[in-house]
């Protein structure tokens, strides 16, 4: 079959007298005729058509030709056989393939004649007039098989559609519309595109971004006050007895549990930022903690070979996993709360119920950092080796899917919430690296922090995740921009080595930090200080001796 479509581009006419538009008219880099067309397009999206009408007739401009306006009723109306012969006159991209336009217009009338029950007539649609096109071949056998629905319905849910009087048609028209040169057919809403491409630049431009107080305007350039970043130190938290080493903020944001060197768990009210519990007990050194799924549990690990689950609110250990044979780095829950995964120096990676019960191991490098995804479907490792090790999860089955490998020391692990990036801490070169995992690229580098000895844990902030913040050896936290990668922020305070950063995930602007100097730092907004009853005490020494790598 010979498919004949039109690629020339229809020229808008325009008009020299009357003060109506030259041709040549231009705003800069705008071409006003183009500006005009949109104007058109979106006052009668907003339903002002007199004034539409009235601007047409001043600028002797019109929004489309009359043979796209026909084309488009077309297919709004459901006259196949018009919408396919008006296609054949109208302009369309260089690189568009006329018969995938077809197709498309094929589909969605062997679509509407199934849910109107008319089999047989949407059977000859699909051997006569949609096959021969050789398009899609996949495609056709999904079609194919749903023939067989015995229902509308039916076929509305295997085809993951909604029918000829829902938006099928609208969507019908988007989808056409990559074909179509868009000098002839201006895509659908374009003015607000272009406006929200711009909002979307100025995000990117914006340093200090949070998007809950960000305002945008079409009178002025967006840009957040960088007063609105919490920078100040709202509370320093004294409880501990030596280093602290991992601080993690319950999912519901409500508690922060905190691990120190003097083998204590405290679990923090972040309302009142007072003791709830101190979970202590036959153990040693914890270094990582990691709050179930619905907050109701939380796992510690560190020094020693054991794993210990704890209900923190009341301060019970309900059962201690022992399997590994070396030190255990690292846990992360699955999403159903009853089970997860654990990561060790003795090369395996283990599975457990939390009845105690170990439910599968894998081999694996030597296992400094563990993260799962929150869909539970990919694990992420770092390793001894400099490498990443990117898992895929299912049923309960870790199979190793790539590695991608770091020229240096990786000392710790934080996935972005969508799971595609991994932001790591890498040593020699003292710089934190983030990694799209999907196409194994570096993106970004953030230098700055001095590491050189211990492991300093970094993590994303913000509401869009827009800032990264890490500790450091010369006892600051530093912030940087993601996108930009210049250090916005070096907040000092601390007085020795800052080894954990967590922010709140409660669309708040705060964060912890925790330190070798016996202390927790809650930084936020001067504002946020519940009782400006920030301690003043000097800072407490620490014990020689650190947890290195």
Same mark, same amino acid.
């Given at each position: 079959?010979?498919?004949?479509?039109?690629?020339?581009?229809?020229?808008?006419?325009?008009?020299?007298?009357?003060?109506?538009?030259?041709?040549?008219?231009?705003?800069?880099?705008?071409?006003?005729?183009?500006?005009?067309?949109?104007?058109?397009?979106?006052?009668?999206?907003?339903?002002?058509?007199?004034?539409?009408?009235?601007?047409?007739? *001043?600028?002797?401009?019109?929004?489309? +030709?009359?043979?796209?306006?026909?084309?488009?009723?077309?297919?709004?109306?459901?006259?196949?056989?018009?919408?396919?012969?008006?296609?054949?006159?109208?302009?369309?991209?260089?690189?568009?393939?006329?018969?995938?336009?077809?197709?498309?217009?094929?589909?969605?009338?062997?679509?509407?004649?199934?849910?109107?029950?008319?089999?047989?007539?949407?059977?000859?649609?699909?051997?006569? $007039?949609?096959?021969?096109?050789?398009?899609?071949?996949?495609?056709?056998?999904?079609?194919?098989?749903?023939?067989?629905?015995?229902?509308?319905?039916?076929?509305?849910?295997?085809?993951?559609?909604?029918?000829?009087?829902?938006?099928?048609? $609208?969507?019908?028209?988007?989808?056409?519309?990559?074909?179509?040169?868009?000098?002839?057919?201006?895509?659908?809403?374009?003015?607000?595109?272009?406006?929200?491409?711009?909002?979307?630049?100025?995000?990117?431009?914006?340093?200090?971004? *949070?998007?809950?107080?960000?305002?945008?305007?079409?009178?002025?350039?967006?840009?957040?006050? !960088?007063?609105?970043?919490?920078?100040?130190?709202?509370?320093?938290?004294?409880?501990?007895?030596?280093?602290?080493?991992?601080?993690?903020?319950?999912?519901?944001?409500?508690?922060?549990? +905190?691990?120190?060197?003097?083998?204590?768990?405290?679990?923090? @009210?972040? $309302?009142?930022?007072?003791?709830?519990?101190?979970?202590?007990?036959?153990?040693?050194?914890?270094?990582?903690?990691?709050?179930?799924?619905?907050?109701?549990?939380?796992?510690?690990?560190?020094?020693?070979?054991?794993?210990?689950?704890?209900?923190?609110?009341?301060?019970?250990?309900?059962?201690?996993?022992?399997?590994? !044979?070396?030190?255990?780095?690292?846990?992360?829950?699955?999403?159903?709360?009853?089970?997860?995964?654990?990561?060790?120096?003795?090369?395996?990676?283990?599975?457990?119920?939390?009845?105690?019960?170990?439910?599968?191991?894998?081999?694996?490098?030597?296992?400094?950092?563990?993260?799962?995804?929150?869909?539970?479907?990919?694990?992420?490792?770092?390793?001894?080796?400099?490498?990443?090790?990117?898992?895929?999860?299912?049923?309960?089955?870790? &199979?190793?899917?790539?590695?991608?490998?770091?020229?240096?020391?990786?000392?710790?692990?934080?996935?972005?919430?969508?799971?595609?990036?991994?932001?790591?801490?890498?040593?020699?070169?003292?710089?934190?690296?983030?990694?799209?995992?999907?196409?194994?690229?570096?993106?970004? &580098?953030?230098?700055?922090?001095?590491?050189?000895?211990?492991?300093?844990?970094?993590?994303?902030?913000?509401?869009?995740? +827009?800032?990264?913040?890490?500790?450091? $050896?010369?006892?600051?936290?530093?912030?940087?921009?993601?996108?930009?990668?210049?250090?916005?922020?070096?907040?000092?305070?601390?007085?020795?080595?800052?080894?954990?950063?967590?922010?709140?995930?409660?669309?708040?602007?705060?964060?912890?930090?925790?330190?070798? *100097?016996?202390?927790?730092?809650?930084?936020?907004?001067?504002? @946020?200080?519940?009782?400006?009853?920030?301690?003043?005490?000097?800072?407490?020494?620490?014990?020689?001796? !650190?947890?290195?790598?």
């Amino acid at each position: 079959m010979q498919i004949t479509i039109n690629n020339t581009a229809e020229q808008q006419p325009t008009h020299q007298t009357n003060g109506k538009l030259d041709k040549d008219d231009s705003l800069g880099r705008v071409r006003k005729g183009e500006l005009v067309r949109l104007i058109l397009q979106s006052l009668q999206d907003l339903g002002y058509r007199d004034a539409a009408d009235q601007l047409q007739r *001043d600028s002797g401009v019109s929004l489309e +030709s009359e043979t796209v306006g026909q084309f488009r009723q077309a297919v709004l109306n459901g006259d196949w056989a018009l919408a396919e012969s008006l296609l054949s006159t109208l302009a369309l991209v260089p690189s568009a393939n006329p018969a995938e336009a077809i197709f498309l217009l094929r589909q969605q009338r062997f679509l509407e004649l199934l849910e109107a029950r008319k089999v047989m007539k949407a059977l000859h649609v699909l051997r006569n $007039e949609l096959q021969p096109l050789g398009q899609q071949v996949d495609r056709l056998h999904e079609l194919s098989s749903l023939i067989l629905c015995s229902s509308a319905a039916d076929v509305k849910s295997q085809a993951q559609w909604d029918g000829a009087n829902g938006t099928s048609r $609208e969507n019908l028209l988007i989808e056409l519309q990559r074909f179509i040169a868009p000098t002839t057919m201006i895509p659908k809403a374009r003015l607000l595109t272009l406006i929200n491409q711009a909002f979307d630049w100025q995000r990117r431009e914006c340093l200090y971004h *949070d998007s809950i107080d960000a305002h945008y305007s079409l009178f002025a350039d967006h840009a957040c006050d !960088k007063n609105r970043f919490p920078s100040k130190t709202i509370r320093v938290l004294e409880g501990h007895q030596d280093e602290v080493w991992h601080i993690a903020f319950s999912h519901n944001g409500r508690y922060m549990a +905190s691990v120190s060197r003097d083998k204590t768990c405290i679990i923090w @009210d972040v $309302e009142t930022f007072e003791k709830l519990q101190v979970l202590s007990g036959p153990q040693e050194h914890s270094s990582y903690c990691a709050w179930s799924p619905d907050d109701t549990k939380l796992l510690t690990c560190g020094c020693d070979f054991a794993l210990r689950l704890w209900d923190p609110m009341a301060g019970q250990l309900l059962h201690t996993f022992s399997g590994h !044979k070396e030190q255990v780095t690292s846990c992360a829950w699955l999403p159903d709360g009853q089970h997860f995964i654990s990561g060790a120096c003795d090369k395996t990676l283990c599975l457990w119920n939390v009845d105690g019960s170990m439910k599968n191991y894998w081999p694996a490098q030597r296992i400094l950092d563990v993260q799962i995804t929150r869909d539970g479907r990919r694990l992420v490792t770092i390793s001894y080796e400099k490498c990443i090790g990117v898992y895929d999860i299912n049923n309960f089955t870790v &199979r190793e899917k790539y590695q991608i490998p770091e020229m240096e020391t990786i000392t710790s692990l934080t996935l972005s919430r969508d799971g595609r990036y991994a932001l790591v801490n890498v040593q020699e070169s003292q710089e934190v690296h983030l990694w799209d995992l999907d196409e194994e690229t570096l993106v970004r &580098r953030y230098c700055g922090q001095k590491q050189g000895f211990y492991i300093i844990r970094s993590t994303l902030g913000g509401n869009d995740e +827009s800032f990264v913040l890490s500790g450091s $050896e010369d006892n600051c936290v530093y912030v940087w921009s993601r996108d930009h990668q210049s250090v916005l922020e070096v907040l000092e305070g601390h007085t020795k080595t800052v080894n954990c950063i967590s922010w709140y995930p409660n669309n708040g602007m705060m964060f912890a930090s925790a330190s070798d *100097d016996r202390t927790i730092r809650i930084w936020g907004l001067p504002e @946020d200080d519940p009782s400006s009853k920030a301690s003043t005490q000097p800072l407490c020494d620490t014990a020689k001796g !650190k947890l290195r790598i």
